[in-house]
């Protein structure tokens, strides 16, 4: 007996998907921030790395987009596409995350944790090169992404 699975169709139109992935993407950013510190330092530890959290919510936000249009184009070509997008995406929130960890390491003592506090407190000195790596993963994943299109598409329209 086969089963048919029901793909789910995305809610949003892809543009509107990729925009509210963008945002909610920054709004951990600010959140992450604002529970280690508080509102005021967020808002400056953004400003300072504005472009770098810019760069990296509009690449997820173009991924989702993109995953959404190959939803509508393909079921078949969403499982990949699916994959690419998770990996790139948690490892653009690791990113960020990471970047700010290292405010983390006063609270580490009080949760029981003091002996990962000298680590998380290492990590601040790479806040670039963790942006670098989530913008790199995000490069490779709308070159995934834009590569399964044309390939739907090709498969579409008839082509070898």
């Not at 472009?51 to 184009?73: C, E, K, N, T």
Request: charged share 10%; glycine share 10%.
């Amino acid at each position: 007996m086969t089963e048919k699975r029901r793909i789910l169709k995305p809610a949003f139109g892809p543009p509107l998907s990729g925009l509210l992935a963008a945002a909610i993407m920054i709004a951990f950013y600010l959140g992450l921030i604002t529970l280690t510190s508080d509102w005021f330092y967020a808002w400056a530890q953004f400003s300072d790395y504005r472009w770098w959290i810019a760069s990296l919510a509009a690449g997820f936000g173009l991924q989702v987009g993109l995953f959404s249009h190959l939803r509508r184009l393909s079921a078949a070509g969403a499982k990949g596409a699916r994959s690419a997008v998770t990996a790139s995406g948690t490892l653009s929130t690791v990113a960020m995350a990471l970047c700010c960890s290292h405010y983390l390491a006063t609270f580490l003592p009080i949760i029981g944790l003091p002996f990962l506090s000298a680590a998380v407190a290492g990590l601040g000195q790479y806040q670039v090169e963790f942006f670098m790596l989530g913008l790199a993963s995000n490069l490779l994943g709308i070159g995934y992404m834009l590569r399964l299109i044309s390939a739907r598409r090709a498969v579409a329209a008839g082509e070898p």
